[in-house]
């Protein structure tokens, strides 16, 4: 059984950075389109990022486009999203997620999730 373990959340202010890990077991991780959502407090989870299972497109939220960059390492079984210039509304619990499918923008794509690691922004 496929079992996604987040890592990296934490407090950061206002403009800094943050990176955070997805370590992936189980499951043959080239096989998968990956991808990040986030959920922040009385919100519906979003689309943040997602990479297609060959890694050559990637997908990003308006929100977030031009501050976050996703990446895969295929030989350690691990995607990553590294967060820069971070803003307040980029607060949320942020889950990565894996899937075998051609639209990866879509959240019930996703067969498996991560428990979700606590992103706060302080202002």
């Known amino acids: 059984q496929g079992q996604l373990v987040e890592s990296g959340g934490g407090l950061v202010q206002t403009g800094g950075s943050l990176r955070l890990s997805c370590a992936a077991s189980?499951?043959?991780?080239?096989?998968?389109?990956v991808g990040w959502f986030r959920q922040a407090p009385g919100k519906e989870r979003e689309f943040v990022a997602a990479?297609?299972?060959?890694?050559?497109?990637?997908y990003y939220a308006d929100s977030v486009k031009g501050r976050f960059t996703m990446s895969r390492d295929n030989a350690k079984d691990t995607m990553y999203l590294q967060m820069n210039s971070v803003k307040p509304e980029d607060t949320a619990v942020y889950y990565c997620?894996?899937?075998?499918?051609?639209?990866?923008?879509?959240?019930?794509?996703?067969?498996?999730w991560g428990q979700g690691t606590q992103v706060t922004v302080s202002s």
């Open positions: 990479i297609s299972w060959r890694g050559g497109s990637s």
């Open positions: 189980g499951l043959t991780f080239t096989m998968y389109a």
């Open positions: 997620a894996a899937g075998i499918t051609n639209d990866p923008l879509k959240m019930n794509a996703y067969r498996y």
